[in-house]
């Protein structure tokens, strides 16, 4: 009953223009491939949706247009720490989008209390991420899906990327069946999850939470029956970020706190703003502390690397910080 | 109490090709139910192996050891094979990029002497139709539904949601899956039904159950399922499984498949 009339990318050579290097993995929507675009030599990320062997007839029209229409909107931001799309496609009922090739990794490995960024990085990423968000609000598209896996960097690189902007929405126009598995909810707004309109601030409670995981290795709201999580979320105030960490500052603490306030009237009006609130933060750090809010490290080799990278580590530091176990 | 059963699929009026897939085994009184995802046919072949590994390794184990086994026995054998199922999935969804991330619902379901075993994951469907009226027994593993269980949108604002389609919960996708399973009690007469969302989103409870009381037998009660969601436009697999507790019906209630 099912025709498989066209091949898959994986038997081709090539979507459009780019020519395909191999297979990077899967997306929410299909495969995504290392590709190259031949007129420049660049490397390129091809993220591809089997279009024609999903829908079909006049359904198959809908997905085409919604498609291109979101790439195009998701086309339209044009920032530095946004990733870029450079261009959609469609070839041979495999529709693609093709955007800059990144390096580094995603934030979901620092989201473990063990594999915690420094506190001056995490505010850095933070302010950056506050900076982009803002900027595609601006231009009237709201992320909806902001979570530590969709913010790449490359610390080495001083790169910070959001990703996945507005293909959310493209992964929206394939999700007329059972096709997602949900990870955790825990990431979206109570106007989210109540089924309310959206705008920018939910995506700036988003970052609230992430800030919160990446600096205490927690959720702000934590429970095992999902239920009750999402019950939680809406109608419980979230954990203060200085009862799981005393030493972190209060500034900080407040800044996360407003992006977690059950009313989106009730957070920063917008990215700008929390991006200078962070700031504000890093700076009230680098001043109080006499090591400049870098962390101290004893071994050479790593304080020349601190000096190349402005998101250093976490390193060991001479003596038990307060506030931090020794390690071990 | 002898069992009826009767199994179809259909790919739907918009999807090229079938990622659903049902399989029974009358000798074992075994049905199992799945829903793939994944792109191109990554969603049919974590289906398939659900479908067809649980039935062979559940089907045996029942025609071996159902006759000495009790329910918690045969629960713990469902258990066990839906987590070789799921690592099966898993590990082949790891092996070939092509199917990374696939995964699929299920249900599966253990038919004996006055119940049902049931165990199910994901947001495909068990129901239980009794003197005209349909009670659905397995709770979605969705996002839908749990907002709805916390209170936060109503079951007429889901229809509208965004979150359609979010499962928490699917086989394939991780090393272990929890299955939920259940026990019901079953009455002569009963009919049971197995369903992908291809059928629940497109018809409503009331149209399922006017279809189940229309139908002369469980292949046109099947029949008339799918046509009515390909009718109301079909937007996705359609997946049917029909099982019918035949034997005695208590006095005062009326027997199936008499047509009203």
Redo the contacts between chains.
């Keep these: 009953?099912?025709?498989?009339a066209m091949p898959?990318p994986?038997e081709r050579s090539h979507l459009g223009p780019y020519r395909i290097e191999r297979?990077l993995?899967?997306g929410?929507?299909?495969?995504v491939y290392l590709g190259t675009d031949p007129r420049t030599g660049k490397a390129v990320a091809l993220k591809?949706?089997?279009l024609?062997?999903?829908?079909?007839?006049t359904?198959l029209e809908d997905a085409r247009e919604r498609f291109f229409r979101e790439a195009e909107t998701a086309g339209r931001l044009r920032h530095p720490d946004i990733v870029r799309i450079l261009d959609a496609g469609e070839h041979d009922g495999t529709a693609y989008v093709a955007m800059e090739y990144l390096t580094g990794h995603d934030l979901q490995g620092h989201t473990q209390s063990t594999q915690l960024l420094s506190l001056p990085a995490v505010v850095r990423i933070g302010a950056r991420v506050a900076d982009a968000l803002a900027y595609a609000h601006s231009q009237g598209v709201v992320h909806r899906d902001v979570k530590p896996a969709n913010v790449m960097v490359d610390l080495e690189a001083d790169v910070v990327k959001v990703t996945d902007f507005g293909i959310a929405c493209i992964a929206?126009a394939s999700?007329?069946?059972?096709?997602?598995?949900?990870g955790t909810?825990s990431y979206m707004s109570p106007e989210q999850?109540?089924?309310r309109r959206l705008d920018g601030r939910s995506d700036l409670y988003s970052l609230g939470v992430m800030l919160f995981q990446l600096l205490t290795g927690q959720l702000p709201h934590q429970n095992e029956a999902?239920?009750?999580l999402?019950?939680a979320i809406?109608n419980e105030p979230a954990a203060d970020l200085r009862s799981v960490r005393p030493d972190l500052p209060d500034a900080l603490a407040q800044v996360v706190a407003r992006l977690l306030s059950k009313q989106p009237e009730a957070r920063p009006a917008d990215g700008w703003q929390v991006a200078n609130d962070l700031r504000a933060v890093a700076a009230l750090g680098s001043s109080v502390d006499p090591s400049g809010g870098v962390p101290v490290v004893t071994e050479p080799a790593a304080l020349r690397d601190l000096e190349a990278q402005p998101f250093a580590t976490t390193v060991s530091l001479p003596q038990p910080d307060r506030g931090h176990n020794p390690k071990l | 109490m002898p069992f009826e059963f009767f199994s179809a699929t259909d790919p739907g009026r918009l999807r090229r090709n079938n990622e659903d897939s049902v399989a029974v085994d009358f000798d074992a009184a075994l049905v199992v139910l799945a829903d793939g995802m994944g792109g191109y046919n990554a969603g049919e072949v974590a289906s398939n192996i659900a479908t067809s590994f649980i039935r062979t390794e559940l089907g045996r184990w029942l025609i071996e050891a159902a006759a000495q086994a009790n329910d918690a026995d045969v629960r713990r054998a469902m258990d066990i094979c839906v987590d070789n199922a799921n690592r099966a999935i898993f590990n082949a969804a790891h092996s070939n990029p092509q199917y990374a991330g696939m995964g699929t619902t299920l249900v599966v379901g253990v038919f004996r002497e006055g119940r049902l075993l049931l165990g199910h994951v994901g947001d495909s469907r068990c129901y239980r139709w009794r003197d005209g009226q349909l009670t659905q027994l397995t709770r979605d593993h969705s996002l839908l539904q749990e907002q709805i269980d916390a209170g936060l949108i109503t079951k007429e604002e889901a229809a509208f949601s965004n979150n359609k389609n979010l499962v928490t919960r699917a086989v394939g996708v991780d090393e272990t899956v929890p299955l939920e399973s259940h026990q019901h009690d079953l009455l002569g007469g009963d009919v049971v039904l197995m369903c992908s969302d291809g059928l629940s989103d497109m018809i409503d409870d009331a149209r399922i159950s006017e279809l189940l009381r229309s139908s002369a037998t469980l292949e046109a009660g099947a029949s008339a399922l799918i046509d009515a969601a390909n009718q109301a436009g079909g937007k996705d697999n359609i997946a049917v499984i029909l099982a019918r507790v035949t034997g005695q019906a208590s006095a005062g209630r009326t027997w199936w498949p008499f047509r009203r």
């Design positions: 009953m099912s025709e498989r898959s994986a297979q993995g899967r929410a929507m299909g495969a591809t949706m089997a024609a062997t999903e829908f079909d007839g359904e929206d999700r007329t069946r059972t096709g997602v598995v949900l909810p999850l109540s089924g999902m239920a009750r999402l019950h809406v």
